[in-house]
Nanobody
Framework: QVQLVESGGGLVQAGGSLRLSCAATGRRISTYNMGWFRQVPGKEREFVAAIGGSGGREYYADAVKGRFTISRDNAKNTVLLEMNGLKPEDTAVYYC???????????????????WGQGTQVTVSS
């Protein structure tokens, strides 16, 4: 019903910046709650950032607060994650997710999201 494709990952040096994109097809996502998560081998999927539906608020994990910014480009049906001041500990596969229902937005809980992208690798060298 909703397909999500992440792009923009790559290899950057510590202190650098990267912009991830999550392009959606199948449905308009401008009214959906959207989130970014990341995962490294052997660890659980970790919440990074989220943005509510139309006019919704932004939420950030403490580890990325002040460095990452989530936003929408509604004309392109896309959600963005601008990452600045990258650190080696930011290295992970980053996933985009959509919460399409109208229930309580538990934005840090992976199980509350209905659709996921395939992920894009971000590697930060020291």
């Amino acid at each position: 019903q909703v397909q999500l494709v992440e792009s923009g990952g790559g290899l950057v040096q510590a202190g650098g910046s990267l912009r991830l994109s999550c392009a959606a097809t199948g449905r308009r996502i401008s009214t959906y709650n959207m989130g970014w998560f990341r995962q490294v081998p052997g660890k659980e999927r970790e919440f990074v950032a989220a943005i509510g539906g139309s006019g919704g608020r932004e939420y950030y994990a403490d580890a990325v607060k002040g460095r990452f910014t989530i936003s929408r480009d509604n004309a392109k049906n896309t959600v963005l994650l601008e990452m600045n001041g990258l650190k080696p500990e930011d290295t992970a596969v980053y996933y985009c997710a959509a919460d399409t229902d109208r229930g309580l937005f538990l934005f840090t809980v992976p199980g509350r999201y209905d659709y996921w992208g395939q992920g894009t690798q971000v590697t930060v060298s020291s």
